[in-house]
């Protein structure tokens, strides 16, 4: 399998900024997949960030599947705050395990999902975020 190669462009490097950009060569992306044509990232890799000002989310992509950049997102697609839209369930139970009582508790959050289509200029395929 070909080395991959992370690619930022200015824009990107400038929003993530010194901190970001040490977290970012942290991040193996030896596993990872293109969130547009979803195969396995292999070659250069370009990173995306997502952001609304509050937010930033960071996805990769193939070079031939689109280019590194920052792309601004509407107030629509803002996180749910704890407080707006955050909610949780609890569920605590008693399992068998291996002839031992284990308790358990679990917990599940409850968020927005997005489905982001990008046809920005000169983009003449159907992409979409998911």
């Known amino acids: 399998m070909a080395d991959l190669q992370l690619h930022m462009s200015p824009e990107v490097r400038a ?3 010194p901190e970001g950009l ?3 060569a942290e991040v193996s992306l030896t596993s990872g997949q293109c969130v547009l044509c979803s195969q396995p ?3 250069t890799v370009n990173m995306v960030v997502r952001t609304g000002g509050t937010y930033t989310h960071v996805v ?3 070079a031939r599947c689109g280019p590194s950049q920052v792309i601004q997102m509407g107030p629509d697609f803002a996180p749910a705050e704890p407080a ?3 909610t949780m369930t609890m569920t605590a139970a008693v399992l068998d395990h291996g002839g031992a009582d284990l308790p358990v508790l ?3 959050t409850v968020g927005k999902v997005y489905v982001v ?3 920005g200029p000169g983009d003449q395929s ?3 975020w998911r």
């Open 15 to 17: 929003l993530l900024g």
């Open 41 to 43: 990232l292999t070659g």
């Open 126 to 128: 159907n992409r979409g």
């Open 22 to 24: 040490t977290r970012a």
């Open 106 to 108: 679990v917990s599940e």
């Open 60 to 62: 990769y992509v193939h």
């Open 84 to 86: 707006d839209g955050y």
């Open 117 to 119: 289509t990008d046809n």
